[in-house]
């Protein structure tokens, strides 16, 4: 992916200098139509829309699924852990996140750049806990088998680096990738602030085992299967055979 944005950026820049494409609506899009090669600028508009189909697709059917898994450990309403008999499909997770989508995108570009400026930081914590739950789910279950096996274990390490790395970038004055004050800090801290209070006021009606059950099904045997009562949780760990 890496590669394939900077040769984007090879071939703008070739075409046009960046000062002019800078100053165009469509960036890229517009610098070929403008340098002369109209059939390249109409692909990489389709292409672009493409991207945002599938980026929209994704993160539509992710977001209600995380709605759906909170709901089903209580900490948020119970009416978004439903699922449609038919389809199984979480009817009310995916229609509150198509009303959030749509209400979003009614507040124009300049409130989406703020709401995606947080987003990358938010992303980086996330990404961060998601490198801690691997490594704790290497210790507490070493026997688990496992689809992937990561075999060089430090390099997952290096990506919370540098999500601790960028969330210090958008959150310290003066390194040119801060957040805009006061709107996006104040944007950041309303939603970490919202997330504390669900933690805070969620009923903790059910134990670790329930909650996990809740939220794996069926896995959730898997898991008990690969650490039975009594086994070590500190064991080192030994990779599953395939």
Known sequence: AGAFY???FAATGYVLPWQETAK???GTIEAFKVAGFPLISWA????????????FIAVFASVSRLIFSLARVGMLPQVFARVDTKTGAPRPALLFTAAVGLALGW????????????????????????VAAFYRMRRTYPNLKRAYRVRIVWLPAIGALVGVALIAASLIPGTGMELKWPGEYLMLGSWWILGALLWFAAPRKQSQQESLRGLLGQYYDQLE??????????????????
């Not at 990489?44 to 980026?55: D, N, S």
């Not at 507040?107 to 998601?130: K, Y």
């Open 24 to 26: 165009l609506s469509s």
């Open 225 to 242: 299967r690969a650490n039975p009562a009594g086994a070590r949780r500190d064991a080192p760990y030994r990779p599953a055979q395939q």
């Open 107 to 130: 507040l124009g570009p300049g409130a989406l750049v703020w709401f995606l400026n947080i987003g990358g930081v938010n992303v980086s914590l996330v990404w961060m806990f998601t």
């Open 44 to 55: 990489a508009f389709v292409l672009g829309a493409i991207g945002i189909l599938t980026t």
């Open 6 to 8: 900077a040769l984007i």
